[in-house]
């Protein structure tokens, strides 16, 4: 008897030590690098990059690897920092000469480079990171996961990134848990130009608006959207793109007979704020939220601006 005991705790032993053995050698095998970002495998941690993108310079420095920047585009100036860095050109004509000198370990960009800038890289063995634009809120997590992985690597990087995309996340719902209950019964309409463009349900614009009911346009996709179909969703709210205001739509033969606009509930919004898609989105979501529901968000910016009447509309423009 006792002698099979011996063999069972042997046994039993082995099988732990094995266990701890297994599960030991899996989290030697979990790497930081290389890691996937996208379709590119990234090899070690990038110490230098080139960002082609004012909204990914940005949302670079929101995440903290602003240090790791040694190349912008002309547009990028935000936060103020970023002007100190020096330009790789225009987004569009790039100056891809200055990139090369500045041997960046990877070039990271919203939009695929021309054949002959690619080549040109590759020729110089720097890599090229494509993260395209987010169009929902879930691409948004997917595209804040994508630079945890860059800079932090497989291990940690998608958690930081996601812990990132929580705080946007977070503020969200902090303005929803805020609004009233009327809000999620309300229809609105985002004109981003009177001529016709309009953030229709497939676009990031629509996505961030939706906080404030449902969208006239959400069938429609590729943001246009037939004009009689939208009057007819009757649109209690219409939120127009900077510099656009009230006055364009009742001078405007296709929007001046929509009730928003007979009623003033126009309200005028920045939009490059959605083409940045960085934290700061939280601004116009909160600067609307007061323009709508002064009663519930009394913070002093987001109050009407002089000339916001019913005559001219209302601004909650970020400038």
């Known amino acids: 008897m006792k002698r099979i005991i011996a063999v069972v705790l042997t046994l039993v032993l082995f099988g732990t030590l094995t266990a701890c053995d297994i599960q030991n050698k899996k989290e030697e095998e979990i790497q930081a690098y290389p890691v996937r970002v996208a379709n590119v495998t990234v090899e070690t941690q990038p110490e230098k990059v080139a960002c082609l993108s004012p909204s990914l310079t940005e949302i670079l420095f929101e995440h903290g690897y602003g240090d790791k920047v040694v190349l912008r585009t002309e547009d990028a100036d935000y936060p103020e920092e970023v002007k100190k860095i020096p330009s790789a050109g225009k987004t569009g004509h790039l100056d891809t000469a200055a990139i090369v000198a500045a041997l960046p370990d990877v070039v990271l960009t919203h939009d695929s480079l021309s054949k002959k800038d690619m080549e040109a890289l590759e020729t110089a063995k720097i890599q090229v990171v494509v993260l395209p634009m987010a169009k929902n809120l879930k691409e948004l997590k997917t595209l804040y996961q994508n630079i945890g992985l860059l800079f932090l690597g497989q291990k940690d990087g998608g958690q930081a990134g996601a812990d990132q995309f929580a705080k946007v996340e977070s503020g969200i719902n902090a303005i929803k848990a805020k609004l009233p209950a009327e809000a999620a019964e309300s229809t609105f309409l985002y004109i981003i130009n009177p001529s016709g463009i309009i953030a229709t349900g497939d676009t990031f614009e629509s996505s ?112």
């Open 208 to 319: 961030i608006l939706s906080v404030f009911g449902t969208n006239a346009a959400e069938t429609a996709t590729g943001y246009t959207a037939g004009v009689k179909e939208l009057q007819e969703k009757n649109p209690t709210i219409i939120f127009i793109a900077d510099p656009y205001g009230l006055p364009h739509l009742q001078s405007n033969a296709d929007y001046k007979n929509f009730g928003a606009v007979k009623n003033g509930k126009v309200y005028t919004i920045d939009n490059t704020l959605f083409a940045l898609q960085s934290s700061r989105i939280l601004e116009v979501i909160q600067k609307a939220a007061a323009a709508l529901y002064p009663e519930s968000f009394t913070e002093p910016e987001a109050e009407p601006s002089e000339e916001s009447t019913s005559e001219a509309g209302t601004s909650v423009a970020s400038k």
